[in-house]
T-cell receptor, first 115, second 114 residues
Framework: QKEVEQNSGPLSVPEGAIASLNCTYSDRGSQSFFWYRQYSGKSPELIMSIYSNGDKEDGRFTAQLNKASQYVSLLIRDSQPSDSATYLCAVNLRKRGSNDYKLSFGAGTTVTVRA | NAGVTQTPKFQVLKTGQSMTLQCAQDMNHNSMYWYRQDPGMGLRLIYYSASEGTTDKGEVPNGYNVSRLNKREFSLRLESAAPSQTSVYFC?????????????FGDGTRLSIL
């Protein structure tokens, strides 16, 4: 089982619609979760962090976390063409036998917003 | 406000050549990381340095070496480049090794091995 899995894309949504991205993770002890946006040919950019169960809203973005189900999602409301990018889910995993944490990334979901 | 700076941005090598990718951060972060990104495979950790003076292997360390030169700088070396190392390489840093910190990425180095 992969440490972090995202729903396979690509995801195409019309402008103004809601884009829904899903991510599951394998380590029940994970405590912090991140969503990164990556435009084609660019580096990943942090857009959301979430640490507690429930919803966290930041502008048009909402992250949802359910630790019991080991599930984290990202909703993009009122999608715009500028939201067209690959979205990476990242989960902080504690390295066994160590105090070090590593970020494990999903393969990403590519979103295209149609004008 | 540079953040994480990587050099070079692009490089073409021949099989067997060596080179060093440079990374520097100006955010006073303790932990630094090297990833490679290949189509359909996401970001894979090559090596990391949890703090100055320490380095450790990630999930794909073979064929690479690293040096944490000081708190700011973390370099990645390919001793004998192979076509399988053609990839985009990202350096990242975060404040410390703790579990709640996000990582911040450089702009990447696009490396082609012929």
């Amino acid at each position: 089982q992969k440490e972090v899995e995202q729903n396979s894309g690509p995801l195409s949504v019309p402008e103004g619609a809601i884009a829904s991205l899903n991510c599951t993770y394998s380590d029940r002890g994970s405590q912090s979760f991140f969503w990164y946006r990556q435009y084609s040919g660019k580096s990943p950019e942090l857009i959301m962090s979430i640490y507690s169960n429930g919803d966290k809203e930041d502008g048009r973005f909402t992250a949802q976390l359910n630790k019991a189900s080991q599930y984290v999602s990202l909703l993009i409301r009122d999608s715009q063409p500028s939201d067209s990018a690959t979205y990476l889910c990242a989960v902080n995993l504690r390295k066994r036998g160590s105090n070090d944490y590593k970020l494990s990334f999903g393969a990403g979901t590519t979103v295209t917003v149609r004008a | 406000n540079a953040g994480v700076t990587q050099t070079p941005k692009f490089q073409v090598l021949k099989t067997g050549q060596s080179m060093t990718l440079q990374c520097a951060q100006d955010m006073n972060h303790n932990s630094m990381y090297w990833y490679r990104q290949d189509p359909g495979m996401g970001l894979r950790l090559i090596y990391y340095s949890a703090s100055e003076g320490t380095t450790d292997k990630g999930e794909v360390p073979n064929g690479y070496n690293v040096s944490r030169l000081n708190k700011r700088e973390f370099s990645l070396r390919l001793e004998s480049a192979a076509p399988s190392q053609t990839s985009v390489y990202f350096c990242a840093s975060r404040l410390d090794r703790g579990g709640n910190q996000p990582q911040h990425f450089g702009d990447g180095t696009r490396l082609s091995i012929l």
